[in-house]
């Protein structure tokens, strides 16, 4: 009965131990399992992960070594250095392939490799050694997984095939040592064997529990058990291997805290020699209160169990602990000691502690983040999902997407949505969404498929971004890029998109169209009489009243100032022009009122056909805009029709090649400076110098100002070219300022458009006060009828720069109506007589006394006077007898490139 009793324990026993070993053997495939789908799914985060540290829009078609500089590289190293290093993962990169090569187009670096300052630059770097199963990812675009070993070691990896948004096929890729998961799935089994082994302990007490049976049978055993005992021997010995070979650190310690056996492991954790640990007293060294409490506790008869931040004592290492103190007894029951069992997870804890970070990344997202099964059925959404939608987590959790659907997303996007995601690749667009409140709203998504280790596609991972206001902000930017803010109607630049598809569609299908120019007669009168809002107000009124009286497809435009532009589709001229009429009629009745002020408003027009015959939109634009200030030469308040025959249009059409020439002119610095002198008459002093402006064609032909300044005046060019005079002329001073010695001063042309320029009054005082070259040194001239017309803002020009030290010259005056009146008004330096009157002052005794009695009144009112158009030595004479101070002309020199006049030679008399 005894022997049975003892059989039954020891069947038992053995399926107890047949239990563990099966249970550590399911456990270790089990754990093998899912460590290789965790490093699977670490690399697919992380190569997901890795173009979006990267810039935006770094992989695109195109793309050629140099495109990134060394320190961009480096810097995108850095980032993805920085990444990976909080991870098992030891590199992630990017790939693409040129014909047959496989290039690095980014990748991270190690710490040790970032220390060695080994060459760093990974922007196409050739795989030279890349598996050729990488090809396959490229051919087929699709994920893979794959043991590859290079000249940077034996890796896990995996490739993801990518798309840039214009269409460049790239992949990235993530690698993990293979080493690294062998030496988890390692750890993992030594483990398994550590804790088999505690559970095997746990028999002894079944063991002591029959062991008053097997003693009344022992003496028939005790032979067996010789004949055992070196096989006990064998055991212990196997045992004691297993646990100094364990990567968990074990230690035996007596029912004092000493400690009485180590395994290797254990030296290792402690980072002390083991002679230096075996013999201390665990109860006296601990520091630590929570590890003294937890062996108190199996010394008391109670697994001891402590997790968290350690130093150790003895080795000073810092480490995330695990440990477990094991209470042992003896055959009579009686505490002996116990077995303690330390773990180092720092590196486990590490990676916890960034899977955490993750999920707090992915809840606090600034995107809407939301995960569906395969079907569509949302698992998961965090809570800007809910800011955005409206919808809380347990509103959406199992059902699917749909809900989202406004019905304004076609069909076509949903198709390409599933068509991509199924394919395994990752779908970037845009839906109208709506939201719980039935409000609609915009979201820009990428969608990406999830996969598990054997690549199948589980669940799909959407980041949806709000840009409602964005797409809101963008319509307003298209609308005010292509719109007049003071009307709403097209701008310039629209307009002549519009004109070039028109004349497009005339070009192919023939069809006859009308363009129109309408510039508003005496525009400024309003302006200067009521100001600017006035005029703003004004040109609102007038283009409703334009607007009422055109078709729906009819086109609109105001391309700046007084002007409109009108694009009458599929219209004859006949049309075109009594449509015109009737608002001409119209404009009859109309009165602009501002406050106590009344003003009628005439228009005159310019009209030109669009047919197949029209060569281009500038060229149409041209046209009409001569034939509109034809009808403004010719009286206003007219329409006239472009006729190429016209000799009036000829000379506008002129006028408009000349403005292109001046605005290339400008663009290419082709203008050049000239210099004509102006020399004393009654004592002696230094010579002054009159800069002149002349145009250098692209023929290399040296064009006078007379053909090109009067296109200037007309389309307001005159104050950019002032400008470039200015700028070009203080700068050459400043340059030969040391050679300047010889002459008095440098004078410089003024537009009468200038005259009222705030920025450039504000452009000269700076050049001036800034720079190297003395006011006294600088004279400006303005015409007489320039400083008229624009009295008020001519006073205001030249008091600001004579408080500089500038001086002023009239030019050209006696050629006004009331020059001796306005005269007082103007505190100019000197008058620079007509040369209408100095070319006679010979022959013609009324020329003689003009000039004279203009020499007088400049005199009385304390002016210098110069006489221009001095051509013969006997003008100059007769000049010098009437009293004049200066003169300049021909008969002293013509006018000659700046930089001769720095040579000593340089006045030549003719």
């Not at 990752?426 to 939201?435: D, I, L, P, S, T």
């Not at 030019?811 to 009157?837: C, E, H, R, T």
């Amino acid at each position: 009965m005894t022997f049975k009793t003892t059989n039954k324990v020891y069947l038992a026993v053995l399926i107890y131990i047949v239990w563990v070993v099966l249970y550590v053997v399911w456990d270790y495939s089990h754990e093998h399992e899912r460590i290789y789908q965790q490093i699977d799914n670490d690399l697919i985060s992380s190569a997901v992960a890795t173009p979006l540290i990267l810039p935006k829009h770094f992989h695109h078609k195109g793309m050629q070594p140099g495109d990134v500089m060394p320190e961009e590289d480096l810097d995108n190293t850095l980032k993805l250095s920085r990444f990976v290093r909080s991870s098992n993962i030891i590199y992630v990169y990017t790939l693409i392939k040129e014909d047959d090569t496989i290039f690095f187009t980014s990748s991270s670096s190690t710490v040790t490799e970032l220390q060695a300052g080994k060459n760093l630059y990974n922007y196409f770097l050739p795989y030279d050694d890349a598996d050729p199963r990488i090809n396959l990812v490229f051919a087929d675009q699709k994920q893979r997984f794959l043991e590859i070993t290079d000249a940077w070691g034996h890796f896990r990896s995996v490739f993801i095939p990518r798309t840039s948004p214009d269409g460049l096929q790239y992949i990235t890729a993530a690698d993990i040592e293979i080493s690294q998961i062998q030496t988890q799935l390692n750890q993992r089994l030594i483990q398994q064997i550590g804790v088999t082994v505690i559970f095997l302990l746990f028999l002894l007490p079944i063991l002591w529990t029959f062991s008053s049976a097997q003693r009344r049978w022992a003496k028939d055993l005790e032979a067996s058990v010789r004949e055992r005992t070196e096989e006990l021997h064998s055991s212990k010995a196997f045992l004691s291997s297993i646990i100094e070979h364990s990567p968990v650190g074990f230690f035996h310690y007596d029912q004092h805290g000493t400690i009485s056996m180590i395994n290797q492991r254990f030296t290792d954790i402690i980072g002390a020699p083991s002679d230096s640990i075996v013999g201390i007293n665990l109860l006296e060294k601990l520091t630590n209160e929570d590890v003294i409490d937890a062996l108190n506790e199996s010394l008391q008869g109670d697994v001891g169990y402590f997790e968290g931040p350690y130093v150790s004592i003895m080795g000073h290492r810092s480490m995330h602990l695990i440990a477990e103190f094991v209470p042992l007894r003896d055959k009579m029951g009686v505490l002996n000691g116990g077995v303690g069992v330390f773990n180092d997870v720092t590196e486990q804890q590490a990676t916890t502690d960034t899977l955490k970070k993750l999920s707090r990344a992915v809840e606090q997202s600034p995107s809407a983040v939301v995960i569906t099964d395969l079907n569509g059925n949302i698992e998961y959404v965090n809570p800007r999902f809910t800011d955005i939608t409206g919808y809380t987590a347990d509103e959406v959790m199992g059902k699917t997407s749909r809900l989202l659907n406004s019905g304004e997303t076609s069909k076509e996007v949903y198709h390409d949505l599933w068509k991509t995601l199924l394919s395994g690749q990752e779908w970037r667009g845009v839906f109208h969404n709506k939201k719980k409140s039935g409000e609609l709203y915009w979201t820009e998504e990428i969608i990406s498929p999830i996969t598990n280790n054997l690549g199948q596609i589980t669940h799909f991972v959407a980041l949806q971004e709000d840009v409602t206001e964005a797409r809101r902000i963008s319509d307003e930017i298209d609308f005010q890029t292509t719109h007049d803010p003071l009307t709403g109607l097209l701008n310039r630049q629209q307009f002549e998109n519009e004109l070039a598809q028109t004349i497009e569609h005339a070009h192919q299908h023939h069809s006859h169209h009308v363009l129109c120019f309408i510039d508003i007669d005496q525009f400024k009168i309003i302006n200067d009489t009521c100001g600017h809002m006035a005029g703003d107000d004004m040109l609102r009124q007038l283009s409703n009243l334009i607007r009422d009286k055109l078709r729906s497809h009819d086109i609109f435009a105001r391309p700046g100032g007084d002007e409109f532009l009108l694009l009458l589709k599929n219209a004859s001229l006949a049309r075109a022009e009594h449509i015109i009429q009737v608002i001409m009629t119209d404009l009859k009745q109309f009165r602009f009122q501002w406050e106590d002020h009344n003003f009628t408003v005439e228009i005159s027009a310019g009209l030109t056909i669009i047919d197949q015959n029209t060569d281009s939109a500038v060229g149409a634009l041209q046209d009409v805009d001569t034939a509109c200030y034809t009808a403004k030469d010719a009286g206003r308040n007219r329409i006239h029709i472009y006729n190429d025959q016209d000799e009036q249009q000829l000379i506008r059409k002129g006028y408009i090649q000349w403005a292109s020439e001046i605005h290339r002119a400008l663009d290419e610095n082709a203008f050049r400076l000239y210099a004509q002198p102006i020399v004393p008459l009654q004592k002696e002093q230094k010579i002054g110098y009159e800069i002149l402006l002349r145009l250098l064609s692209e023929q290399g032909e040296i064009i006078a100002p007379d053909a090109f300044l009067p296109a200037a005046e007309r389309y307001n060019i005159a104050p950019q070219i002032d400008r470039w005079v200015i700028r070009n002329s203080l700068q050459w001073m400043a340059k030969n300022i040391d050679n300047l010695e010889h002459i008095s001063s440098l004078a410089i042309n003024l537009s009468g458009q200038s005259l009222g320029d705030d920025a450039l009054l504000g452009f000269i005082i700076r050049s001036i006060q800034q720079g190297p070259v003395p006011a006294h040194m600088i004279k400006f001239e303005i015409t007489e009828t320039a400083a008229i017309a624009n009295l008020k803002n001519a006073q205001i020009f030249i008091r600001s720069l004579k408080n500089l030290g500038c001086r002023f010259a009239l030019d050209d005056f006696g050629s006004g109506l009331s020059s001796f009146a306005y005269l007082k008004n103007l505190p100019v330096d000197l008058l620079k007589i007509d040369g209408m009157f100095v070319r006679n002052i010979l022959i013609d005794p009324i020329d003689e006394a003009m000039v004279r009695s203009i020499n007088e009144v400049g005199h009385i009112m304390g002016m210098e006077t110069i006489a221009e158009f001095v051509e013969t030595d006997a003008m100059m004479e007769r000049l010098k007898t009437m009293g004049v101070d200066y003169a300049q002309g021909y008969a002293i020199s013509r006018p000659v490139p700046i930089d001769t006049i720095l040579e000593s030679t340089a006045l030549t008399t003719v």
